[in-house]
């Protein structure tokens, strides 16, 4: 069987260029061993909203004498939680799964194996096609750490779907998708440790953004240790032990569970890439800025070029692909990181658009920086809601934001007025034009737009 476009993997970004593909008029194959729906949907994003959701109606309920209620009982029924995750994540993939097997494609329900850079096997199908694209998404690192395989451990698969609360429980790392889960299970009633190897927590971003975090994380209990080197784990009887070095300092944390969240690597084992001629650096697909693959035949969208692990990135990038992949004269489409964004949704929410004073630093970019918190903002205030601060990055001369980065409630919300502004080159001086209702929350983005106009030239 011969298409013009064979996609391998049916998640965001897989699908993404099969309907890209499509709508060009292509002949498009999608294979996709199964379960159908993608990371995003069956293990990422969307289970992991639904049961942050509970937590902090829980975080909530046990603060209601703060704002003149009475006290509650607030106890968590994991069971519950995991069965209106299972609910709301069928109907999200019932919806894809539908999409999938849309009669303008071809759903091979198989694993695929490259046999050449034109041919692929699946099950028991050889599949030939002008392009083809790569999207097999993401899996869980395995790291070797001493011990750790011996005692035992969950991924962030798994702690999606535990039933029974653990009474304790050790996450290792600190990244997204390591400090959801821990604040989930702390506000359920866990006694969790982090344990975390960088210096502070969300480490790629500036450090100003994680530590109101981690302020929050130890108000409520948890117990966070940043800068640590893990030596091994040991099991004590029911308790697995993490040993670490923390301050110079040798230390040991025991908890019924050790979640590992080190980290995803590209999903590429058994792909057989090297049939295909497709060069990888350090497991990753490397592409180019059109999304191909040394290979000029062969893309590589989503989690699989290891570029950026989040989806509306890899819908882009899957767009992209399906156009390039079907018209291979050009003019190509091209990714542009300008507007890159992601939010952490912990309590109090990350979220970031455009370049960190990290990544100015490092590219040698001018800017300027002004941040405003949340504790002196009238509307936070009376939500109670004070962690945290926005802070935007500009142009000295001519005040174009470069980036934009809140810390704070509903900064998964308010991020999006900053990427407006930065989608039309906007500058501080449209923000302080730009009308603001009072009281929001959207309007402490005008402190520190109105502290930078003061550093700027007149324009």
Known sequence: MTHDVLIIGGGSAGYAAARTARDEGADVGIIDHGPLGGLCILRGCMPTKAILRSSDIISLMKRAEEFGLHPVSAKANLSAIIDRKARLIREFADDRIHALRDPRFTLYEDRATFLSPHEVQAGPHRLAAKAIIISTGSVASRLPIPGLEDIGYITSDEALELRDLPQSMIVLGGGPVAVELAQFYSRLGTQVTLIQRSPHIMSRGDEDLARPVEDRFREEGMTVFTKTQLHRFTKDGRWKVAHFSHEGQ????????????????????????????VETRDGMVTVDDTMRANQPHIFAVGDVNGLHEVVHLAIQQGEIAGWN?????????????????????????????????????RQNVPYLSASYPFHDHGKSMTLGETHGHVKLLADPLTGTLLGAHIVGPEASELIHELIAVMYYHG?????????????????????PAEELLKRIPRT
């Open 325 to 361: 992949a079907v018209h291979p004269l050009g003019p190509s489409r091209r990714y542009d990181d300008r507007l890159n964004t992601h939010v952490v949704f912990t309590d109090p929410q990350i979220a970031s658009v455009g370049l960190s004073e990290k990544e100015c630093r």
């Open 250 to 277: 040798d230390k040991t944390a025991a908890a019924e569970v050790v979640l590992q969240a080190l980290g995803r690597k590209p999903n590429i084992d058994g792909l057989n890439l090297e049939a295909a001629k």
């Open 427 to 447: 500058t501080v001086h449209d923000l302080m034009r730009m009308p603001h209702y009072h009281p929001t929350l959207a309007e402490i983005v005008t402190y």
